[in-house]
Protein backbone atom coordinates (compact mmCIF):
# COMPACT_ATOMS: atom_id res chain seq x y z
CA UNK A 1 0.00 0.00 0.00
CA UNK A 2 1.19 3.55 -0.86
CA UNK A 3 1.33 6.36 1.28
CA UNK A 4 -2.32 7.32 2.79
CA UNK A 5 -4.10 10.31 1.39
CA UNK A 6 -6.46 12.13 3.60
CA UNK A 7 -9.49 12.87 1.13
CA UNK A 8 -12.48 14.81 1.18
CA UNK A 9 -14.96 14.21 -1.94
CA UNK A 10 -17.14 17.12 -3.80
CA UNK A 11 -19.86 15.59 -5.37
CA UNK A 12 -22.84 16.37 -6.94
CA UNK A 13 -23.62 12.06 -7.04
CA UNK A 14 -26.91 11.05 -8.10
CA UNK A 15 -27.36 12.30 -11.85
CA UNK A 16 -24.21 10.86 -14.04
CA UNK A 17 -23.64 7.23 -11.93
CA UNK A 18 -19.71 7.67 -12.30
CA UNK A 19 -20.14 9.74 -9.00
CA UNK A 20 -21.15 6.97 -7.30
CA UNK A 21 -18.34 4.61 -8.91
CA UNK A 22 -15.73 7.21 -8.07
CA UNK A 23 -17.15 7.12 -3.98
CA UNK A 24 -16.97 2.95 -4.41
CA UNK A 25 -13.69 3.20 -5.32
CA UNK A 26 -12.08 5.06 -3.17
CA UNK A 27 -14.20 2.55 -0.43
CA UNK A 28 -12.42 0.30 -1.98
CA UNK A 29 -9.02 2.05 -1.61
CA UNK A 30 -6.26 1.13 1.43
CA UNK A 31 -4.37 4.10 1.57
CA UNK A 32 -7.56 6.39 0.93
CA UNK A 33 -9.22 7.48 3.95
CA UNK A 34 -12.05 8.92 3.07
CA UNK A 35 -12.87 11.89 5.77
CA UNK A 36 -16.06 13.22 4.26
CA UNK A 37 -18.29 14.09 1.60
CA UNK A 38 -19.75 17.09 0.47
CA UNK A 39 -22.41 17.22 -2.38
CA UNK A 40 -23.04 20.28 -4.52
CA UNK A 41 -25.55 21.48 -7.03
CA UNK A 42 -29.30 20.80 -7.36
CA UNK A 43 -30.71 18.74 -4.40
CA UNK A 44 -27.90 18.80 -2.45
CA UNK A 45 -29.79 17.18 0.52
CA UNK A 46 -30.94 14.16 -1.67
CA UNK A 47 -27.48 13.91 -3.13
CA UNK A 48 -25.93 13.87 0.44
CA UNK A 49 -28.40 10.82 1.69
CA UNK A 50 -27.46 9.03 -1.70
CA UNK A 51 -23.97 9.67 -0.78
CA UNK A 52 -24.69 8.11 2.91
CA UNK A 53 -26.72 5.26 1.47
CA UNK A 54 -23.81 3.98 -1.03
CA UNK A 55 -21.65 4.38 1.95
CA UNK A 56 -23.94 2.15 4.35
CA UNK A 57 -23.58 -0.32 1.44
CA UNK A 58 -19.80 -0.10 2.15
CA UNK A 59 -19.91 -0.57 5.41
CA UNK A 60 -19.29 2.52 6.06
CA UNK A 61 -20.93 5.39 8.28
CA UNK A 62 -19.45 8.40 6.70
CA UNK A 63 -20.19 12.03 7.52
CA UNK A 64 -22.10 13.90 4.23
CA UNK A 65 -22.10 17.58 4.18
CA UNK A 66 -24.98 19.20 2.08
CA UNK A 67 -23.59 21.84 -0.25
CA UNK A 68 -24.62 24.63 -2.49
CA UNK A 69 -27.76 23.84 -4.42
CA UNK A 70 -27.36 26.93 -7.28
CA UNK A 71 -24.77 27.44 -9.30
CA UNK A 72 -22.97 30.88 -9.08
CA UNK A 73 -23.44 31.05 -12.71
CA UNK A 74 -26.75 31.56 -12.21
CA UNK A 75 -27.87 29.12 -14.89
CA UNK A 76 -30.48 26.37 -14.65
CA UNK A 77 -29.54 23.16 -12.52
CA UNK A 78 -29.94 20.37 -14.95
CA UNK A 79 -31.70 17.57 -13.54
CA UNK A 80 -33.05 14.41 -15.39
CA UNK A 81 -35.01 13.42 -12.37
CA UNK A 82 -34.25 9.88 -11.59
CA UNK A 83 -31.70 10.95 -9.09
CA UNK A 84 -32.17 8.51 -5.72
CA UNK A 85 -35.42 6.86 -7.45
CA UNK A 86 -33.89 3.28 -6.97
CA UNK A 87 -33.07 3.47 -3.33
CA UNK A 88 -36.04 3.46 -0.97
CA UNK A 89 -36.21 5.09 2.22
CA UNK A 90 -33.40 7.97 1.56
CA UNK A 91 -35.25 10.49 3.85
CA UNK A 92 -34.17 8.41 6.58
CA UNK A 93 -30.54 8.68 5.73
CA UNK A 94 -28.78 11.32 8.21
CA UNK A 95 -26.47 13.75 7.10
CA UNK A 96 -24.40 16.33 9.48
CA UNK A 97 -25.77 19.97 10.41
CA UNK A 98 -22.66 21.54 9.21
CA UNK A 99 -23.03 22.66 5.56
CA UNK A 100 -20.39 22.07 3.26
CA UNK A 101 -18.19 25.24 2.92
CA UNK A 102 -17.80 25.53 6.99
CA UNK A 103 -16.82 21.67 7.00
CA UNK A 104 -14.44 22.68 3.92
CA UNK A 105 -12.66 25.67 5.29
CA UNK A 106 -13.03 24.16 9.12
CA UNK A 107 -11.11 20.59 8.12
CA UNK A 108 -7.86 21.94 5.98
CA UNK A 109 -7.32 24.87 8.56
CA UNK A 110 -7.45 21.72 11.26
CA UNK A 111 -4.71 19.91 9.11
CA UNK A 112 -3.20 22.71 6.82
CA UNK A 113 -0.88 21.06 3.71
CA UNK A 114 -2.54 17.41 4.81
CA UNK A 115 -5.88 17.00 2.92
CA UNK A 116 -6.77 16.43 -0.99
CA UNK A 117 -9.95 17.65 -2.24
CA UNK A 118 -11.16 15.75 -5.17
CA UNK A 119 -14.20 17.64 -6.87
CA UNK A 120 -16.35 15.23 -9.05
CA UNK A 121 -18.93 18.09 -10.08
CA UNK A 122 -19.62 22.04 -10.29
CA UNK A 123 -16.97 24.10 -8.50
CA UNK A 124 -19.34 26.00 -6.38
CA UNK A 125 -18.46 24.63 -3.28
CA UNK A 126 -14.53 25.05 -3.41
CA UNK A 127 -14.97 28.72 -5.17
CA UNK A 128 -17.46 29.61 -1.92
CA UNK A 129 -14.62 28.22 0.30
CA UNK A 130 -12.27 30.55 -1.02
CA UNK A 131 -14.59 33.13 -0.95
CA UNK A 132 -15.73 32.65 2.98
CA UNK A 133 -11.58 31.81 3.78
CA UNK A 134 -8.72 32.87 1.64
CA UNK A 135 -6.45 30.80 3.52
CA UNK A 136 -8.67 28.26 2.25
CA UNK A 137 -6.21 27.63 -0.85
CA UNK A 138 -3.22 26.86 0.67
CA UNK A 139 -4.74 24.82 3.83
CA UNK A 140 -5.90 22.50 0.89
CA UNK A 141 -2.82 19.93 0.12
CA UNK A 142 -4.06 19.95 -3.17
CA UNK A 143 -7.03 20.12 -5.78
CA UNK A 144 -7.99 17.35 -7.78
CA UNK A 145 -10.59 18.39 -10.40
CA UNK A 146 -12.51 16.24 -13.08
CA UNK A 147 -13.58 19.36 -15.32
CA UNK A 148 -12.95 20.77 -19.20
CA UNK A 149 -12.21 19.49 -22.39
CA UNK A 150 -9.00 20.83 -23.29
CA UNK A 151 -8.47 21.15 -27.42
CA UNK A 152 -12.16 20.58 -28.02
CA UNK A 153 -14.70 22.56 -29.21
CA UNK A 154 -17.50 21.91 -26.50
CA UNK A 155 -17.58 22.73 -22.92
CA UNK A 156 -17.63 20.50 -20.61
CA UNK A 157 -20.39 19.14 -18.14
CA UNK A 158 -19.23 20.64 -14.87
CA UNK A 159 -17.25 24.02 -16.24
CA UNK A 160 -20.63 25.11 -17.83
CA UNK A 161 -22.93 24.60 -15.19
CA UNK A 162 -20.43 26.93 -12.51
CA UNK A 163 -18.18 28.19 -15.34
CA UNK A 164 -18.49 31.47 -12.80
CA UNK A 165 -16.79 29.22 -9.72
CA UNK A 166 -14.29 28.01 -12.07
CA UNK A 167 -12.69 30.81 -12.81
CA UNK A 168 -13.13 31.93 -9.11
CA UNK A 169 -11.25 28.16 -8.39
CA UNK A 170 -8.63 28.41 -11.25
CA UNK A 171 -7.56 32.53 -10.75
CA UNK A 172 -6.98 31.15 -7.14
CA UNK A 173 -3.21 29.95 -5.50
CA UNK A 174 -5.06 26.29 -5.21
CA UNK A 175 -2.82 23.26 -6.38
CA UNK A 176 -4.99 21.94 -9.02
CA UNK A 177 -4.70 18.97 -11.17
CA UNK A 178 -7.36 18.32 -14.07
CA UNK A 179 -8.68 15.60 -16.06
CA UNK A 180 -10.47 16.78 -18.68
CA UNK A 181 -12.87 14.75 -21.57
CA UNK A 182 -10.46 14.78 -23.91
CA UNK A 183 -8.56 11.79 -21.20
CA UNK A 184 -11.95 10.54 -19.20
CA UNK A 185 -13.34 9.85 -23.11
CA UNK A 186 -10.31 7.28 -23.64
CA UNK A 187 -12.17 4.38 -21.10
CA UNK A 188 -15.06 2.94 -21.41
CA UNK A 189 -17.04 0.68 -19.32
CA UNK A 190 -19.07 -2.26 -20.42
CA UNK A 191 -21.02 -5.07 -19.66
CA UNK A 192 -17.98 -7.29 -18.90
CA UNK A 193 -17.03 -4.71 -16.16
CA UNK A 194 -20.63 -4.53 -15.37
CA UNK A 195 -20.94 -8.16 -14.34
CA UNK A 196 -17.70 -8.07 -11.93
CA UNK A 197 -18.95 -5.14 -10.07
CA UNK A 198 -22.83 -6.72 -9.73
CA UNK A 199 -21.49 -9.67 -8.08
CA UNK A 200 -19.32 -7.36 -5.29
CA UNK A 201 -22.31 -7.44 -2.30
CA UNK A 202 -25.19 -5.42 -2.08
CA UNK A 203 -22.92 -2.47 -3.23
CA UNK A 204 -22.35 -4.17 -6.30
CA UNK A 205 -26.05 -4.73 -6.74
CA UNK A 206 -27.04 -0.97 -6.27
CA UNK A 207 -24.27 -0.01 -8.90
CA UNK A 208 -25.45 -2.31 -11.03
CA UNK A 209 -28.86 -0.73 -10.82
CA UNK A 210 -27.56 2.78 -10.97
CA UNK A 211 -25.74 1.75 -13.84
CA UNK A 212 -28.32 0.10 -16.00
CA UNK A 213 -30.79 3.20 -15.47
CA UNK A 214 -27.78 5.93 -16.67
CA UNK A 215 -27.56 3.35 -19.90
CA UNK A 216 -31.42 3.27 -20.28
CA UNK A 217 -31.94 7.05 -19.70
CA UNK A 218 -29.10 7.39 -22.94
CA UNK A 219 -30.16 4.40 -24.72
CA UNK A 220 -26.09 3.17 -24.28
CA UNK A 221 -25.04 -0.22 -22.92
CA UNK A 222 -21.63 1.61 -22.11
CA UNK A 223 -20.62 4.75 -20.03
CA UNK A 224 -17.46 6.68 -19.07
CA UNK A 225 -16.51 6.45 -16.05
CA UNK A 226 -15.42 10.56 -15.68
CA UNK A 227 -14.67 10.70 -11.85
CA UNK A 228 -12.96 7.40 -10.94
CA UNK A 229 -10.73 8.41 -13.32
CA UNK A 230 -9.81 11.39 -11.82
CA UNK A 231 -9.71 10.06 -8.45
CA UNK A 232 -6.69 7.61 -9.59
CA UNK A 233 -4.89 10.60 -11.21
CA UNK A 234 -3.85 10.55 -7.01
CA UNK A 235 -3.94 7.24 -5.92
CA UNK A 236 -2.33 6.01 -9.37
CA UNK A 237 -0.55 8.48 -10.84
CA UNK A 238 1.96 6.34 -12.32
CA UNK A 239 -0.83 5.58 -14.49
CA UNK A 240 -0.94 9.13 -16.21
CA UNK A 241 0.92 12.04 -17.43
CA UNK A 242 0.82 15.09 -17.01
CA UNK A 243 1.57 18.58 -18.41
CA UNK A 244 3.74 21.70 -17.59
CA UNK A 245 1.99 24.23 -14.65
CA UNK A 246 -0.01 26.71 -16.21
CA UNK A 247 -3.16 28.77 -15.68
CA UNK A 248 -6.35 27.21 -16.88
CA UNK A 249 -8.17 29.75 -18.65
CA UNK A 250 -12.40 29.84 -18.49
CA UNK A 251 -14.02 31.37 -21.32
CA UNK A 252 -16.65 31.52 -23.85
CA UNK A 253 -20.70 32.21 -23.69
CA UNK A 254 -23.81 30.82 -24.04
CA UNK A 255 -23.95 26.94 -24.30
CA UNK A 256 -20.06 27.42 -24.99
CA UNK A 257 -19.62 28.90 -21.57
CA UNK A 258 -17.25 27.04 -19.55
CA UNK A 259 -14.65 26.16 -22.54
CA UNK A 260 -10.89 25.90 -21.28
CA UNK A 261 -7.54 25.91 -22.27
CA UNK A 262 -4.24 25.83 -20.36
CA UNK A 263 -1.96 28.37 -20.84
CA UNK A 264 1.71 27.37 -19.93
CA UNK A 265 3.29 29.26 -17.32
CA UNK A 266 6.06 28.69 -14.53
CA UNK A 267 4.17 30.71 -12.17
CA UNK A 268 0.76 28.32 -13.05
CA UNK A 269 -0.57 26.08 -10.21
CA UNK A 270 -2.56 23.89 -12.46
CA UNK A 271 -1.49 21.59 -14.88
CA UNK A 272 -3.37 18.78 -16.79
CA UNK A 273 -3.97 14.94 -17.22
CA UNK A 274 -1.86 14.74 -20.59
CA UNK A 275 -1.97 10.82 -21.26
CA UNK A 276 -3.48 7.92 -19.22
CA UNK A 277 -2.98 3.99 -19.67
CA UNK A 278 -6.29 3.60 -20.39
CA UNK A 279 -6.73 -0.35 -20.19
CA UNK A 280 -4.71 -0.68 -16.63
CA UNK A 281 -7.05 2.39 -15.53
CA UNK A 282 -9.93 0.37 -16.58
CA UNK A 283 -8.98 -2.84 -14.91
CA UNK A 284 -7.88 -0.77 -11.72
CA UNK A 285 -12.03 1.06 -11.29
CA UNK A 286 -13.37 -2.60 -11.38
CA UNK A 287 -10.69 -4.12 -9.17
CA UNK A 288 -11.55 -1.41 -6.51
CA UNK A 289 -14.81 -1.19 -6.72
CA UNK A 290 -15.33 -5.13 -6.63
CA UNK A 291 -12.63 -4.48 -3.45
CA UNK A 292 -15.39 -2.28 -1.46
CA UNK A 293 -18.24 -4.87 -2.09
CA UNK A 294 -15.49 -7.69 -0.85
CA UNK A 295 -14.76 -5.62 2.47
CA UNK A 296 -18.49 -5.12 3.08
CA UNK A 297 -19.31 -8.63 2.86
CA UNK A 298 -15.81 -9.41 4.88
CA UNK A 299 -17.00 -7.20 7.84
CA UNK A 300 -20.51 -8.04 7.43
CA UNK A 301 -18.97 -11.95 8.18
CA UNK A 302 -16.99 -10.81 11.14
CA UNK A 303 -20.01 -9.08 13.18
Given at each position: MGALHHIILDTDIGSDVDDALALALILGSPEANLLGITTVYGDTLLRARLARRFGKLAGREIPVHQGREQPMSGRDVWWPGHEGSLHDGLENETVEEESA???LTRQVSERPGEIDVIAIGPLTNIAAALETDPA????????????GGFG?????HNFRSDDHAA??????????TVTGLEVTRKVEMRKDQLALIAAAGQLGQALDADIRQWW?????EWNVPHDPITVLTLLRPELFTFSEAGIVEIGGEGEF???????PSPTGTARLVATIDAEAVADEISSRIVNAGKLQLHDADVQ
Open positions: VPYFARNVRHLWVMGMDEAEKIVFESELNIAFWNEAGQSILV
